[in-house]
């Protein structure tokens, strides 16, 4: 059949529970909508390791890689703190990423009129923000060789990591930032610690020679990472597209998300063919089970898939405006909470949304 | 004689400008309070390099290793950009923190309360806000070595570096927190990437080890970077001391700076014996020569060492009252500028706190 094949990995922590919201909506658009999905669901992270002693079986990547595209929820949680790091919960979506070659990840921040209010900064200092960051996602620190614990002949200990990129892992999510760039504002800032990092000096060689060969067209700006961080709480606004490591990806990217004012932003896991939408919030382990989760971040990774993988444009337009309908009605869950607002349970916002559709 | 004997190395860009008002406090100070000092002047990074072709002589080296205590304004600027790296105005911050061991880097974020207006956070954000980042200074990716670019055997070209922490360079700097927290509320937050790098799992490790053996009455929390950097925008008020890696440290006091209304927050960088004093916000090439940069975190950075390297709390104090006042009278330079408030140059602000003193 030309069903879309999309294979669900709830995970962790509220994982199961926003991704149960994202199945109602997937439901009502197989009823009333052109195309249809073939639904699957698997294991990651610690429930994994629960039933099968591995974050990440071979058969549930399998199933990652045939499918058409994968919605991912979240994995971790105290419980799991002492395993091993092969088998921690996060080794789940870290081999995921690696074996699917999902080397760029965009994260949009992007400010919602409605929830202006909800966010920790001034609203004159984030209304209207649309930024997106590209984060490398398959290299750097968090895969580099060699790494591990050793003791020197003086008997000290340490510990150590290599961060490391090579000239094509440079070239390929840069060009997805270039890319991006084209569709958006056209501008593009490359984030590295040039100035202390080999790695870093590297990184900005490569981007700067693939600007003046291909995208001359684009504006470039280089700027150090903690720079960036400031610059992300000074004036969000100046960046469009920001493209940098895994490691600074990871930290810039949480920090974007903060000035939505919403816990969770979208986040869409790419490259070659394949695609992985996750929403960025984690799993959340003190409120798991209380209803209490916010859907929303989970419902907008589903509306990338359907844009970037699906090609459904429309389908995502209805479901981002049902989205905005029921936030400019005052419905909110804990997390983005504000006088005058209504409360709403987890189910309660799929409820809504659902009404909106 | 028992003079204070302070280096002064005012590098480049803004830090001449600022260190200018600096010393006219202390010429202030040597004339009307119980104590004076031995001031002599150096060269660093990039007019260090014009004049000797390294950003750092060993002359001066000496001489910051033969002070009481360093004063450093700030290095780097475009020009020097192409530089070949050992020979980058960097390197001589980076020369000095090493050889001098300054290992310890206690980074404050403190609100005061004539600056809350001018904070990108809401009042209620920030207002109160005192907490303390300890940044490791001398270790990890900042000097780890195997660094370099290498062609691989199939001519792919890439760039890499080590993070690298030992048991006794997490304890010493760990230490640190512990007895500041200890003199504070009491409280802790070791922060790294445990889940993905092996120095995290092995600085978490050792950092419980410590706190088990000799810090219990410490309340200690562990946190990963990139829900740090998410933290420290949300709900910044939850932390009291921090303490993290050089890299972490690096952008995490940046993004915690940015949180305080003003660019610029003083930097006290310890250990064994000696200490280096510096204002965080860099050499800002954009605002050179015009008589337009903030003197008073230059201005806060001499009072940590009057305070922490001189015992002279009192005087600290009274400087430190000195730009309340002025703060509160509505003077601001233009980093910090607002409606209604005064706008002040550098000279002027000088000008006002010695009329405040
Ligand atoms: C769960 C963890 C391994 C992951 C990461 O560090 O990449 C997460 O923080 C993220 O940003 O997706
Ligand atoms: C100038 C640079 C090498 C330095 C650093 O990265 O440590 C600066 O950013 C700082 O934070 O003091």
């Not at 002693?53 to 890689?65: F, I, M, N, S, Y």
């Not at 600074?248 to 004012?261: N, V």
Request: charged share 25%.
């Amino acid at each position: 059949s030309s069903n879309k094949r999309v294979l669900i990995l709830a995970g962790d922590g509220i994982g199961p529970e926003v991704m149960g919201q994202v199945e109602r909506v997937m439901e009502w658009l197989s009823a009333r909508r052109s195309f249809s999905f073939d639904v699957q669901s698997g294991l990651v992270g610690g429930v994994s390791y629960e039933a099968h002693g591995t974050p990440l079986t071979d058969e549930t990547l399998a199933d990652a890689v045939a499918a058409d595209a994968v919605l991912f929820g979240a994995v971790g949680g105290p419980q799991w703190d002492s395993v091993a790091r092969e088998a921690r919960p996060e080794m789940g979506i870290l081999r995921l990423r690696k074996e699917m070659d999902l080397y760029a990840n965009l994260r949009p921040a992007l400010v919602f009129d409605p929830l202006v209010e909800a966010s920790t900064l001034k609203d004159e200092v984030v209304r209207g923000l649309d930024l997106m960051i590209v984060r490398e996602l398959t290299g750097g620190i968090y895969f580099g060789e060699p790494r591990g614990v050793e003791t020197l002949p003086d008997g000290t200990r340490r510990g150590f990591d290599t961060e490391v990129y090579s000239a094509p892992e440079i070239e390929r999510v840069s060009r997805v930032a270039f890319e991006l760039a084209r569709r958006r504002d056209n501008r593009v800032h490359s984030v590295e610690k040039a100035n202390v990092m080999e790695s870093g000096k590297f990184w900005r060689d490569e981007v700067t020679a693939l600007h003046a060969a291909d995208y001359t067209d684009v504006a470039l700006e280089h700027m150090y990472a903690d720079n960036c961080a400031m610059q992300l709480v000074r004036r969000p606004k100046q960046f469009d597209v920001i493209v940098t490591s895994n490691l600074f990806g990871d930290l810039l990217s949480d920090c974007a998300a903060m000035l939505t004012g919403s816990l969770g932003i979208p986040s869409d896991e790419g490259g070659n063919r394949k695609a992985l939408y996750e929403p960025v919030h984690g799993s959340a382990p003190d409120i798991v089970g209380q209803n209490l989760a916010n859907p929303l971040a989970a419902l907008l990774s589903f509306t990338m898939m359907l844009r970037y993988s699906f090609g459904a444009a429309d389908d995502a337009d209805l479901i981002e405006a049902a989205v905005q309908d029921v936030l400019a009605g005052g419905l909110r869950t804990a997390d983005i909470m504000q006088d005058g607002m209504t409360a709403a349970s987890t189910d309660a916002m799929g409820d809504a949304v659902l009404g909106a559709l």
